[in-house]
């Protein structure tokens, strides 16, 4: 049975290079004027989930510049959580007296956009299109106590599409265990009472819940009245396509029962059919692909390994964002980057186990 590999996309990899530029910012023309601004406010010295806050602001820009979202949107994930929200609170604009400075900073129309995103319920916002709870033309209404608010559609769109990014860039097992079953509101857990779920970062295992989730959203992209309004991107298919939440956990514990090396450590075949395993639950992540393109061409299988780290290094330009936080996006790419030059050039993958310290990019 063969795997579902993805081509890789030569214009979406180019993308993600230029990205993988740590100054891409600094250089992005409608980013660029923004950015002295945010890092005045000290977003680079706060903890957030798996990194800083500036890493999340950056991460979440970086996805959306990939998925080629205009101006307004990108802005919005730059700035997305900077008037605080419910579920973090780190004001770094005062949106009572400062709302006036940030719309002659990004204009009027970001500036509503980042307001909204950061006052309106995302949980509920969340819930609601999860129940495809929007109107015929797209939009959504959401209660909140001062009233029921109407988003129009291509908020809408922006909003789901800015929460996949948000999401992808922070979230995993740890999230998983302090958010259990959101969006779904739960009653308050002691922290005294599940101490071992509070302890940060904790195993650092990639999410075994919230993919399938992102996927249910993306795939609320296609309703008529939210189809045309922004670029769909490329993950899932161009959003065609779902996940599902069974999928999702048999895939993550595969891979993580890999990753810690819990079967057969003296037969690789054992690991290897894990991993393909994981990749026919989920193939829209490139780590399990990665890692398996590793054990191809350990194995001499170099067609299979080029196969298989094409398809990861596609999905990773896919999603600009990793879904295993151990280590950074660029640096699981850097190493794709690797194995598929490893198994596409003779001689170029080391038979012996120190030399893996040695190998390096031929440009």
Request: net charge negative; proline share 6%.
């Amino acid at each position: 049975m063969s795997l579902p590999f993805h081509p890789l996309e030569t214009d979406l990899f180019a993308r993600a290079q230029w990205l993988l530029d740590p100054e891409w910012l600094a250089r992005d023309p409608d980013l660029a004027p923004v950015l002295p601004t945010v890092l005045a406010r000290n977003v680079g010295q706060d903890w957030h989930k798996a990194g800083t806050f500036r890493h999340h602001l950056v991460g979440v820009a970086r996805s959306l510049s990939l998925w080629q979202q205009p101006r307004d949107v990108r802005l919005l994930g730059l700035l997305h959580s900077v008037y605080g929200n419910a579920f973090v609170d780190l004001v770094k604009f005062d949106p009572a007296r400062e709302r006036a400075q940030m719309r002659e900073l990004v204009g009027e129309s970001a500036e509503h956009l980042v307001y909204l995103f950061c006052t309106r319920s995302r949980t509920q916002f969340v819930q609601r299109v999860l129940a495809q709870a929007l109107q015929a033309d797209g939009s959504l209404v959401l209660e909140q106590g001062d009233g029921r608010h109407l988003l129009t559609p291509y908020e809408v769109a922006v909003f789901i599409i800015v929460t996949m990014a948000d999401a992808i860039e922070q979230w995993f097992s740890w999230q998983d265990d302090v958010y259990s079953g959101f969006p779904r509101l739960e009653p308050q857990r002691q922290q005294a009472v599940h101490w071992a779920a509070s302890l940060w970062p904790g195993p650092m295992r990639p999410t075994g819940r919230m993919l399938q989730q992102i996927s249910a959203l993306a795939q609320a992209l296609q309703h008529p009245g939210l189809k045309q309004l922004l670029p769909l991107p490329p993950v899932f298919a161009h959003c065609s396509q779902r996940l599902s939440a069974s999928d999702e956990a048999a895939a993550t514990a595969l891979y993580w029962s890999v990753i810690a090396q819990e079967h057969p450590l003296l037969d690789p075949d054992v690991a290897t059919n894990m991993l393909e395993s994981a990749v026919r639950h989920n193939p829209w992540v490139g780590e399990p692909q990665m890692v398996l393109a590793q054990l191809y061409l350990a194995a001499g299988r170099k067609d299979e390994a080029k196969l298989a780290a094409a398809s990861a290094l596609q999905l990773f330009s896919a999603w600009g964002n990793s879904w295993d936080k151990r280590v950074q996006w660029d640096a699981w790419v850097a190493w794709t980057r690797i194995l598929l030059q490893g198994a596409t050039v003779d001689g170029a993958w080391p038979e012996r186990l120190d030399k893996l310290n040695n190998v390096a990019l031929r440009h």
